[in-house]
């Protein structure tokens, strides 16, 4: 039953698209946030996860359609390696690059609680004698923003399927927190995906608004108790 819990969610965000007539995700580090794009805005974001052996990168582009819609696309999991460069291994799905399409729909239940529910879904990259499999990450997270937003918090409930996660737990648990250090210059940036999976990390960083809307983020990561995950370090560019 959980491998349709996908098409489940498709269907209820098919369905809130019809109803408002109106359809992409940002991320605090690894964790979606409900903060919907704005509508004909653009979002651009850049990750690098950097650790002994190689690089893994991540880009999303996400346009806010109006109606607390979004929509884009996400290049994950793109993996540098430093002796060999962009491997593809079959019999690691989870570790190669995948090319997904991301929705979400956010419900505005009060101007300081917003839930939201979302996707991302497509396909892994493959050489040509290897099996291209179905990705899916759904979600659903609720956003709260405390003190005209000084202090963001996003929690949440998600499920990754094996290629998207790997090989253990397929559910779980995330949380973020976004503090204002000092405004529109410094914020403290963390969260964290709980289970046993190439996912399940702790994240903390430094966030930097820069000019023209551009924002930095500068930040270490932490496997997850129970995962086996390397400690790295993150670099994020991300612009509104």
């Known amino acids: 039953m959980p491998k349709y819990i996908h098409v489940f969610l498709l269907v209820i965000i098919a369905i809130a698209y019809a109803q408002t007539n109106g359809l992409a995700q940002r991320n605090l580090i690894d964790v979606p946030s409900s903060e919907i794009v704005e509508a004909k805005k653009l979002f651009f974001q850049e990750q690098g996860v950097l650790t002994k052996e190689d690089i893994n990168t991540s880009t999303i582009f996400t346009y806010g359609l109006g109606h607390n819609f979004e929509v884009g696309l996400t290049v994950y ?42 996707t991302r879904s497509g396909i892994n990259a493959a050489r040509s004698d290897q099996k291209i499999t179905f990705v899916n990450f759904d979600f659903l997270n609720s956003h709260i923003s405390i003190n005209d937003d000084q202090l963001k918090l996003v929690a949440g409930l998600y499920y990754a399927n094996d290629a998207y996660a790997g090989q253990g ?72």
């Open 77 to 118: 999991q793109l993996v540098f390696q430093r002796s060999q460069g962009v491997v593809i291994d079959a019999g690691s799905p989870d570790d190669n690059p995948d090319f997904l399409i991301n929705m979400q729909k956010g419900f505005t239940l009060s101007d300081w609680l917003t839930l939201g529910i979302g």
């Open 169 to 240: 737990t397929n559910w779980g648990g995330m949380a973020g927190i976004d503090l204002t250090l000092v405004q529109d210059k410094l914020n403290l940036i963390g969260d964290m995906l709980t289970g046993d999976t190439s996912l399940s990390v702790f994240n903390a960083g430094i966030q930097i608004s820069l000019p023209k809307e551009w924002k930095l983020i500068l930040g270490a990561q932490f496997p997850f108790p129970g995962s086996d995950n390397s400690e790295a370090g993150v670099i994020q560019i991300s612009k509104n």
